[in-house]
């Protein structure tokens, strides 16, 4: 016996040839895991006697081997085990290679760059158990398979492979004859129309069937619970549908099921009862390391995982997670929480996050579970009532994240009890009364987000034992009802206006938070407490003393009356409330309008920097308009109406408006802005006159930053403004971002406001005056007359985001003879996902043969994994938003909870 055993090294530089020519006797040999380089030397074909052992193994996910695998390797018939996975070979599988090998038990070409077919020859390996492949190939699947009968597990992700209603799932039928299949894995592939139901004939020992990110439609097939043997079912990011057949309730010994951004419907009160077994064998298996990765819910483990479900009996033996995220699909669960959660004792994550209508309270059962100490996410549902004070019970959790539902009611102050909670998440709920005291016994919190809610009383009072905790690293309480100063210490130190914006009645002397400063308006009330107790007390003096203080009480209020007055001089920059700027006042701020303080023009006006007063006061930004061009009049009526009704963070901030005569005697009207001191989106994507550097583009973290902001306030336009808004002209040159990157949307010129009276899709169509929008940005139903509606702005988002990540502008001269960008962006994906997007994405990094992403290491397999499943994802979003049917786009809370997944997904695996 003569074997060469040399993986898991560091060995490098080419495969030596004179390995084959003077080695002949080795009957096996491995040097997996190692850094070699070039081509596979074929004097290894002089190894005439390996295989009567262990075959020659080339597998290493970070090798470098190139070129064609010599035709003459292929004749070594006496190998059991021919694994070249993991390089970057090229060519095509040998049409007779199942002739080659009558021995073979494993055959592993994955992760390479094989193209052409499948060659139906395979089906001769009548010895083979594992068959792996990864690469480039398509046509149909081989429909003789089922001759395999030793066969065990096939591999065919990653991959062009097709099959639809009319051809191509003969090979499921085929493999029912494959009495031993444990793995089938179909993921990633063309794979179309509805899943055959003879998948369910499969072999009861069939473990795990993936087919996820397939355009499979239809629904699982009622008999899916013949499968007896399965642990895992992974069924996401397809076309499929329906409910979930109550016979998987038959799995019992399944451990990981995923369904995120597909159709499918779990009826929780009716189907977790009758797969209750599911629930309680449901142990970490092949999840385990993907969870420790911060995933919020199991994704597919790699193809090489292989791992057994930890029970004994039908009893769970390891701390659980249950997990039925939606991600993105618009029903995935719906219906209440049901109690019998609650008895699941070894769970620790429970996850039924972005289901858009699980609705109900939160049950107290559920935070009664004694093992959940990982984290608590029942985030994007439609979730009411009060947060239990049973939340308190949960004294080893160490995340809860409750946001975006309809909780209501007062923070419970038995929260404080979780002793180590290190995120606490509750904004975009409506939560009333103060912030609890018993939140400082968190000493180890380092993420608090409250906003988007109802929260009152002032810092002083509610918050201020937030600056003792030393861990805090990321605090939001933007837009509640807060009052008094914030506090400059502890987490409140590095606060951005973003983390304070809408609390009217706060005030700080820091000039980041953009607040107005701590005078006399903001401690009216306190001072006349004090006044007031000042009063009563000296009631009880002597009538000197009385007389002494009524002479003081005047003179202060007379001292206030012209501190106001004062105030009120210098409220065009530091107050909430605005008055009028005359025009005069923005002609000396501008400079005369002049050209040095062009910030850009449009349709129906022109905007210019100005500073009103001392140059050491911020900017503003004013757009003036053309009167002299038609609709301009309307546009400033328009724009001034939605700006009286809006606010929202990522919106651009109105300071006040002016209407007045100019030097010529003209009408003049203008509207006075925020200063966004980084321009339009448009520059940073389509840099002018300047070459493409780290100063003047963004990076993929900015760019899904930027992209979801934007959501957010289209979200905000189309749900929460009272009436609805549709803005009508989604573009990068409306898009303005703020000191910190951060965007928000203006020009609301043309938009339109929904009758009060009309749903909340589609405006009466004697409201519209032809097509609103800007040429490669308006929906195509607008040029063909139809009404305004909410899917047009969901359509102009769909191109802007495909734009944001190709850098490719729609009214580009590339699109002029073509389908445009959507065609563009189609063609590529998935497989050239990294060939279209925007080039200067990589410019942030040290050039290296393949881009990163956050470090100076060269991005591995998993991080290029990661950066293009998030692309891919991306674009996706942007091409379902733009299609050319306004009822196949998504609604636009659809769009917010698919992008907010896809950058949690992201950062998370970055950070």
């Not at 003459?72 to 694994?83: D, H, K, M, T, W």
């Not at 190939?137 to 003789?144: D, E, F, I, N, R």
């Not at 100019?662 to 389509?686: C, I, R, T, Y």
């Not at 971002?737 to 203006?746: H, K, N, Q, T, Y």
Request: hydrophobic share 35%; aromatic share 6%.
């Amino acid at each position: 016996m003569t074997i060469m055993v040399l993986h898991d090294n560091k060995l490098g530089g080419r495969i030596p040839a004179e390995l084959g020519e003077t080695m002949t006797s080795l009957e096996a040999i491995s040097l997996s895991n190692n850094s070699f380089t070039g081509p596979i030397p074929t004097s290894l074909t002089n190894l005439s006697r390996l295989g009567s052992i262990q075959s020659m193994l080339f597998l290493d996910l970070y090798a470098n081997l190139s070129g064609e695998v010599p035709l003459s390797l292929y004749n070594l018939s006496s190998l059991i085990s021919f694994q070249v996975g993991g390089n970057l070979l090229h060519g095509s599988i040998p049409a007779d290679i199942g002739n080659k090998f009558p021995s073979m038990q494993i055959l592993n070409l994955n992760n390479n760059h094989f193209t052409g077919i499948i060659p139906s020859s395979v089906s001769n390996l009548s010895n083979i158990k594992t068959l792996l492949d990864g690469n480039r190939l398509s046509g149909y699947v081989p429909a003789t398979l089922g001759r395999l009968q030793a066969l065990q597990q096939l591999y065919l992700s990653v991959n062009m492979l097709e099959a639809d209603d009319k051809e191509g799932w003969e090979f499921i039928s085929s493999l029912v004859n494959c009495s031993q299949l444990q793995h089938l894995v179909l993921s990633r592939n063309s794979f179309r129309g509805h899943l055959p139901s003879s998948i369910a004939n499969l072999s009861s020992t069939l473990q795990k069937l993936y087919l996820n990110d397939n355009k499979i439609s239809g629904s699982i097939p009622a008999e899916i619970g013949n499968l007896v043997g399965l642990n895992s079912l992974v069924l996401p990011n397809t076309s499929m549908s329906g409910v979930i057949p109550e016979s998987i309730g038959k799995l019992e010994n399944l451990v990981e099921l995923a369904l995120y951004s597909s159709g499918l419907v779990l009826l929780l009160g009716h189907q977790v009862s009758s797969v209750n077994t599911i629930t309680v064998t449901l142990a970490l298996g092949s999840t385990k390391e993907l969870l420790h990765k911060g995933w919020g819910s199991p994704r597919p483990p790699h193809k090489d995982v292989v791992a057994a479900p930890h029970q004994v009996g039908g009893s769970m033996t390891l701390p659980a997670s249950f997990t039925l995220q939606g991600a993105g699909a618009p029903n995935s669960c719906f219906g209440p929480i049901p109690e019998s959660l609650g008895n699941l004792k070894n769970l620790y994550t429970l996850d039924l996050s972005k289901n858009y209508y699980l609705n109900g309270s939160i049950p107290k059962e559920n935070l009664k579970l004694p093992s959940l100490s990982y984290y608590l996410d029942l985030s994007y549902n439609s979730l009411s009532g009060p947060l239990p004070s049973e939340v308190g019970i949960m004294t080893n959790l160490n995340q809860l994240i409750l946001s975006n539902n309809h909780l209501s009611g007062q923070i419970p102050n038995s929260i404080g009890n979780c002793l180590v909670l290190e995120k606490l998440l509750l904004d975009k709920n409506s939560f009333e009364g103060s912030i609890p005291q018993s939140l400082g016994n968190m000493k180890g919190l380092t993420v608090l987000n409250l906003t988007m809610n109802n929260l009152s009383g002032g810092i002083p009072d509610s918050i201020e034992v937030l600056q003792n905790l030393t861990s805090l690293s990321v605090l939001d309480i933007s837009f509640n009802n807060l009052q008094g100063k914030v506090p400059d210490g502890g987490a409140f130190r590095n606060l951005s206006y973003k983390s304070v914006a809408g609390n009217t009645e706060l005030c700080s002397g820091a000039p980041q938070l953009h607040l107005a400063p701590c005078s006399t308006r903001h401690t009216r009330k306190g001072r006349k407490k004090k006044f007031k107790s000042l009063i009563i007390s000296l009631t009880t003096t002597v009538t000197v003393l009385l007389s002494v203080s009524i002479i003081l009480l005047v003179w202060m209020l007379r001292e206030k009356l012209k501190q106001k007055q004062n105030e009120r001089a210098q409220s065009l920059i530091a107050g909430e409330k605005f008055e009028r700027i005359p025009y005069l006042a923005l002609s000396k701020g501008t400079d005369g309008f002049s050209e040095s303080n062009l910030l850009g023009s449009g349709r129906y006006g022109t905007v210019y920097k100005c500073v009103l007063g001392n140059e050491d006061r911020e900017p503003l930004a004013v757009k003036v308009f053309n009167l002299c061009q038609s609709g301009s009049s309307k546009s400033f009526e328009v724009e001034c109406e939605a700006m009286r009704r809006i606010r929202h963070r990522c919106l651009i901030k109105i300071i006040t408006c002016c209407s007045s005569i100019d030097l010529q005697g003209q009408e003049f009207k203008a509207l006075v802005f925020e200063f966004m001191p980084n321009g339009s989106l448009d520059v940073w994507l389509h840099p002018k006159f300047h070459k493409s550097t780290t100063r003047n583009t963004l990076n993929l973290d900015q760019r899904l930053d930027i992209a979801a902001d934007i959501i957010a306030a289209v979200e905000y336009l189309h749900n929460s403004c009272q009436p609805p808004v549709i803005h009508c002209d989604l573009k990068p040159s409306n898009i303005l971002l703020a000191e910190d990157m951060s965007a928000r949307v203006g020009d609301f010129g043309i938009s339109k406001f929904f009758p009060e009276n009309a749903s909340k899709r589609v405006l009466n169509s004697s409201s519209t005056t032809g097509i609103r929008g800007s040429i490669g940005y308006v929906a195509p139903e607008y040029g063909e007359g139809s009404a305004i509606t909410s899917s047009g702005d969901i359509y102009s988002l769909g191109i802007l985001l495909l734009e944001i990540f190709t850098g490719r502008s729609p009214p580009d001269d590339m699109f002029r003879y073509s389908l445009g960008l959507h065609k563009f962006t189609e063609d590529a994906l998935p497989g050239k996902a990294l060939e279209i997007v925007d080039s200067t994405i990589w410019l942030h990094e040290e050039p290296m043969d393949m881009p990163k992403v956050v470090s100076s290491e060269p991005m591995d397999s998993t991080t290029r994994s990661s950066v293009q499943e998030c692309l891919i994802s991306v674009l996706r979003l942007g091409l379902s938003c733009s299609k050319q049917q306004p009822r196949e786009r998504p609604s636009i809370r659809d769009v917010a909870v698919e992008m907010n997944a896809i950058r949690d997904a992201f950062l998370t695996f970055v950070s």
